[in-house]
């Protein structure tokens, strides 16, 4: 698991990137810092999702739209201990953004450093930087949005 030491002032968003098996959690402020990301079982998700509202002023959710979204969706709706507004982005190539941007957040080590990043394999799921690329392509929406 992976905390800041010190919590937010100001609105965070939750990304989430659901799965059948297991689910990528972060938090993120509007400034793009992050604050926590982990990957988590699938059926751990909602309840994680709780204690991670009572530990940071999280004002949305943003999730990735393919396949298992209208579900969670839909259990998000029942289940969390209150409603959240969730907004679905488009999650179209993003796991293989989080591929390259795992090797950014941790460089590679002795021989994989040789490997060509392209013949990489992340040493573990990498959902959880998939719900970070999930926010910043909210927050870039917003942005440009803004800017037009």
């Not at 968003?13 to 297991?22: A, E, T, W, Y």
């Not at 990301?37 to 699938?42: D, G």
């Not at 293989?96 to 040789?114: C, F, I, N, S, V």
Request: glycine content about 4%; charged content about 25%; overall charge positive.
């Amino acid at each position: 698991m992976t905390f800041r030491e010190f919590s937010p002032t100001q609105p965070v968003i939750l990304g989430f990137d659901p799965g059948r098996d297991k689910c990528g959690l972060a938090v993120m402020g509007l400034d793009r810092q992050l604050y926590y990301h982990q990957v988590v079982p699938a059926k751990e998700a909602i309840a994680t999702i709780d204690t991670l509202r009572q530990k940071f002023p999280i004002s949305l959710m943003v999730m990735g739209d393919q396949t298992t979204a209208k579900q969670w969706k839909q259990r998000m709706s029942q289940e969390l201990a209150e409603p959240l507004n969730i907004i679905l982005v488009d999650e179209r190539y993003t796991t293989l953004e989080a591929r390259d941007r795992y090797w950014q957040m941790y460089p590679p080590k002795g021989l994989t450093k040789l490997l060509p990043q392209s013949m990489r394999q992340p040493p573990r799921p990498i959902d959880d930087i998939v719900a970070i690329l999930l926010i910043e392509r909210y927050l870039n929406r917003l942005t440009e949005s803004v800017k037009s």
